[in-house]
């Protein structure tokens, strides 16, 4: 994982606690929406072993 992709994921844990549940939505879509888009240009996409879709920590 490049030092980038760290940093994005250091900032959305922050971040994630104190999102609304609609923020969540629109965030678990877009990352929906470019995972397909990269899928679809033939660039592999990774995916955690917990296929859930749950950012909810709770």
Request: aromatic letters at 4%; zero cysteines; proline letters at 3%.
């Amino acid at each position: 994982m490049s030092e980038k992709q760290k940093k994005i994921l250091e900032d959305l844990a922050e971040k994630l606690p104190n999102m609304t549940e609609r923020e969540r939505g629109y965030l678990e879509g877009t990352i929906a929406t470019a995972a397909a888009m990269s899928k679809k240009e033939g660039e592999p996409v990774e995916q955690s072993n917990d296929n859930s879709g749950n950012f909810n920590s709770d």
